[in-house]
């Protein structure tokens, strides 16, 4: 079975704390794509990446960065958390072309 | 910057009745276009996908519909089931890997 693994499904940190959402995919695939889900706006996209040390923003970068150090893995840090990141966080992986396949999805919750 | 977008937010249908569940894009660049299930606590789901060179492609109980003259995608579901229920969300692809969502669409199956 192919597997997205996220390393929380439940988060809750202070206002300023430095957070890290890991994000683990045992397919060898080249894509990986950090999404946030709010209720009436979808999945919007944060960052994706294409390859080992490669990002692109997405529609909502800012707050945001990413590491792809390597191809298995995509961390998303929330540099100084806000309560306006309070969100549900997923992560998926693709082969180019194909589908993507999702993670469970971490819930951060700012306080 | 472009998105992808949905008609209805929600639609409810007779258990054993056809659902058609539509979409606009606005990105004529994409590659290829895909729909996703979400059922409740879980990540999105592939349920079949579109390149943009077609504008029909069947799978099992499921028909995509692109029309590029209007920048419509629709998902096609035939004797819609009580599991069918769940958020439906529409997808496209640029350059094989940027992904990017609308909305969503809750169905309601009605027994």
């Known amino acids: 079975d192919v597997k997205v693994t996220q390393s929380s499904r439940y988060l809750v940190k202070r206002t300023g704390e430095k957070v890290f959402l890991e994000c683990v995919q045992d397919?060898?695939?080249?894509?990986m794509f950090w999404y946030r889900q709010d209720p009436g706006l979808g999945l919007r996209l944060i960052y994706f990446?294409?390859?080992?040390?490669?990002?692109e923003k997405g529609d909502i970068p800012e707050g945001y960065s990413v590491s792809r150090e390597k191809k298995e893995r995509f961390s998303l840090i929330l540099e100084s958390a806000s309560t306006n990141q309070t969100s549900m966080y997923l992560c998926?992986?693709?082969?180019?072309?194909?589908?993507?396949?999702f993670g469970q999805g971490t819930r951060l919750t700012v306080v | 910057g472009e998105s992808v977008g949905l008609h209805l937010p929600t639609l409810s249908v007779q258990e054993g009745d056809n659902s058609i569940i539509n979409c606009a894009y606005s990105?004529?660049?994409?590659?290829?276009f895909i729909w996703y299930k979400q059922e409740s606590g879980k990540g999105p789901q592939f349920i079949i996908d579109?390149?943009?060179?077609?504008d029909k492609r069947q799978g099992q109980r499921v028909t995509v519909l692109l029309n590029k003259t209007v920048k419509h995608l629709s998902l096609q579901i035939a004797a819609t089931q009580p599991g069918d229920s769940a958020v439906y969300f529409c997808?496209?692809?640029?350059?094989?890997?940027?992904?990017?969502f609308g909305a969503g669409t809750r169905l309601t199956v009605k027994p």
């Open positions: 990105n004529s660049a994409s590659d290829y």
């Open positions: 579109i390149r943009s060179n077609m």
């Open positions: 997808a496209e692809a640029y350059n094989n890997n940027d992904m990017r």
């Open positions: 397919m060898d695939h080249e894509n």
């Open positions: 998926a992986s693709s082969l180019q072309g194909h589908e993507a396949f």
């Open positions: 990446s294409y390859d080992v040390k490669m990002k």
